[in-house]
């Protein structure tokens, strides 16, 4: 069965402290991307990446880090330096098939107290 | 720079009508255009992708359309049902600054039983 997972579903933390979610793929998709989801507000992508031991900075990266040492895994840090972390956090991939069109992980609802 | 707006941000149908959905954008120069339903609390899931050179697509009771010179989308849902309550949000992949996705900020339709 493909598709993307995202864990966990939720997670809950203190200010001031590094949180690491999770995102796994098995479709075979070279680029993925990280997404923040705040309400009333369009998805903000916060990074990307287009090929393994590679990525590049979205419109709000300030404050994440990334790493894609594998294909299948794309993990997002939130660091303490990020001002307002507390989100929906949305994973996706870029299908081979069709240009751009992207693929979405159930998401990770983060929030820092 | 790209805008995408997506109005009302909320619609209240009772069952059984037919509704229209719109997105609008502020650079015609698109590649495609993509609609997504999100359940609360879920990712996205793609319901219709248009690409720049098609004017509309159909999935069972949805269908989509596209005019890029008056920088509008609409998604029609035909004979709603209340498990059609969701939001949708619309994203458009722009030519100008190199392909990047915009996600609208989505219209959350309730279908009342």
């Known amino acids: 069965d493909g598709g993307i997972t995202q864990s966990p579903k939720y997670l809950f933390r203190k200010e001031g402290q590094n949180v690491t979610l999770s995102c796994e793929q098995n479709?075979?998709?070279?680029?993925m991307y990280w997404y923040r989801q705040d309400p009333g507000q369009g998805l903000r992508l916060i990074y990307y990446?287009?090929?393994?031991?590679?990525?590049q900075k979205g419109d709000i990266a300030e404050g994440y880090s990334v790493s894609r040492e594998k294909k299948e895994s794309f993990p997002l840090t939130v660091t303490s330096a990020q001002k307002n972390p507390t989100a929906f956090y949305l994973c996706?991939?870029?299908?081979?098939?069709?240009?751009?069109?992207?693929?979405f992980g159930p998401g990770t609802r983060l929030t820092v107290t | 720079k790209q805008e995408v707006t997506q109005i009302p941000a909320a619609l209240s149908v009772p069952e059984g009508e037919n509704l229209v959905l719109n997105c609008s954008f502020t650079?015609?120069?698109?590649?495609?255009l993509q609609w997504f339903r999100q359940d609360p609390g879920k990712g996205l899931t793609s319901l219709l992708l248009?690409?720049?050179?098609?004017r509309e697509q159909t999935s069972g009771r949805l269908n989509a359309s596209l005019d890029k010179s008056s920088g509008r989308s609409t998604l029609y849902i035909a004979a709603s049902q209340p498990g059609d309550s969701a939001t949708y949000l619309c994203?458009?992949?722009?030519?100008?600054?190199?392909?990047?996705?915009?996600f609208g900020a989505g219209t959350r339709l309730f279908v009342k039983a």
């Open positions: 994203a458009v992949v722009g030519v100008t600054g190199g392909f990047k996705t915009i």
């Open positions: 650079d015609s120069a698109i590649y495609n």
């Open positions: 479709l075979n998709h070279d680029a």
């Open positions: 248009i690409q720049s050179s098609q």
């Open positions: 990446s287009q090929i393994v031991n590679d990525f």
């Open positions: 996706a991939s870029e299908g081979t098939g069709v240009p751009y069109e992207q693929y």
